[in-house]
């Protein structure tokens, strides 16, 4: 084995009962997916396809551009925008997956609804912190390095690697290079190189992802980040604490896309000194907030205090339906707290 995640007791005896009978299946991700969310969702869709399932992958809301040329998306739906025709996939499903996400409402509330309101059996992989129960099968570990190393972790116990191609490959390689600041965060272990090494001889090339992924930029993206980092990043606690934050007004200004904030948050934290970083997105109903922070300083906590969200302990998240500035003031004054978590 080259994972190091290990079915617990009875999951691989569901699967081996489950799957002879599931025909239709049903994929869903977080809302603004990323690339583990839609590499692992891609994988596991071309592993379900090469089985013989009929499979449709759901995201909430869009795909950002970046991942728009990953393997086996075709037939995806946008839930926001084809409600009625994923409905209808989503009532004809006799099981749905449910990946990188810890609890429903990270969906968004309509597909959310839409959700709870099954009775189909719901598997869920993934590697966030505290996962709800509304699953059979809870595939969860918090120390992989992303949702996609579960996949290849899942295929490999149950014995199916040999659907694991060029094209499953490639998804999972974005997943987990993606998510692990591309081999940089602690998360990434030996078996995670062992992994990789065996999808380099599955015939992933490495070097057309990474330029997929992030050498795609947009002169008003850049644009974008330029601003935010020179006009918008500001310090606070002695210069522990970086925050950004971007109004609606300035996003649409740089022609803002879905995605081309992504990282932004993680440029904050490279700052020398800074411990804990924030970034807060102003959407049209409410503000996106994302946590980042080094050793023991303990976002996912202070995000789930204060903003009823979470994540990881160094990366989390939230939404908030506070103005901006009132949200701001908000986080300044108590962010002192998840600083002094920090012995
Ligand atoms: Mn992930």
Known sequence: MITDFQFREGEKEYFQRIFPQAQRIVVTTHKSPDGDAAGS???LVGILRALGKQVTLIFPDTLPDFLKWLPNLDGYMIYEWETTKADIAIDEADLIFSLDYNRLHRVGSALEQKLRSKTTDFVLIDHHEEPEAFACVTYSHTRACSTAELIYAWAEQMDWLQWIDEAVG??????????SGSFRFASVTASVHRLVADLKDRGVNHV???QAVYDSNLLDRMRLV???ISEKLHLLQDGKVAFISLTQEELLRFKYRPGDTEGL????LSVEGVQLAAFFREGNNEIKISLRSRGTVDVNQFAAKHFGG???????GANSHMLMEQLLEYFEAHISEALSSNP
């Open 170 to 179: 490639t998804s999972i390689y974005c997943g987990i290079m993606t998510d």
């Open 226 to 228: 330029g601003y935010a």
């Open 41 to 43: 969702a891609t994988a």
């Open 208 to 210: 057309a992802i990474h």
């Open 265 to 268: 948050v993680n440029q904050a």
């Open 310 to 316: 979470g994540g990881h302990k160094n990366a989390a």
